[in-house]
């Protein structure tokens, strides 16, 4: 008798830890924002808008590195941005760590931070480090990963005096991606 009641406590903790861990992932899907047309989703830190055409035509001025979406606080000026885009170009999980190592290689100057990461089961890589920019610095995190087998570009960056703010709100962003 002892057992069975003991055994039934167990069960239905066990079964109440779970359905609390089931709602703090509905939690987080309710706070996701649909990215790239519907096929990834994030969960934007507060205060995240997507950024107008026209600011990402002025912020990003070469069309072929442009993101096909960007997000931002607005009373920052587009100081600090999250940006999503998608290539054509082919990429497995197993080929991310060659072509990080590829990029560590062409931003050297920078002196990159590279870090594997697993987010949502999947396999990403990415890069910190701080470019210049003619305002100043730049501090970057570019995570790169396979969609649908194609290589992936997420990246947050922010001028390097709201870098303490938002820095770690980046960071666990892109430890949000779905898809």
Do not use: H
Not at 63 to 81: D, F, I, L, M
Not at 85 to 101: G, I, K, V, Y
């Amino acid at each position: 008798m002892k057992i069975n009641a003991m055994f039934s406590a167990l069960l239905v903790s066990s079964a109440l830890f779970l359905s609390a861990c089931d709602s703090a992932d509905s939690t987080d899907s309710d706070k996701a924002t649909k990215i790239l047309d519907g096929k990834a989703s994030v969960v934007l830190p507060e205060g995240f808008v997507k950024m107008p055409k026209e600011l990402m035509d002025k912020k990003y001025t070469n069309p072929g590195q442009r993101p096909q979406e960007a997000w931002y606080v607005e009373s920052e000026g587009g100081k600090v941005t999250l940006a999503f885009a998608q290539t054509d170009n082919r990429m497995t999980e197993a080929q991310l760590p060659q072509f990080a190592t590829v990029l560590k290689t062409q931003m050297s100057a920078f002196s990159p931070a590279v870090s594997d990461v697993t987010v949502d089961g999947k396999k990403m890589t990415r890069l910190e480090m701080t470019t210049p920019s003619p305002d100043g610095k730049i501090f970057n995190v570019m995570q790169i990963s396979s969609m649908d087998g194609k290589l992936m570009i997420s990246t947050f960056n922010a001028t390097e005096d709201i870098k303490d703010k938002y820095a770690q709100a980046g960071r666990d962003a892109l430890s949000t991606l779905k898809y």
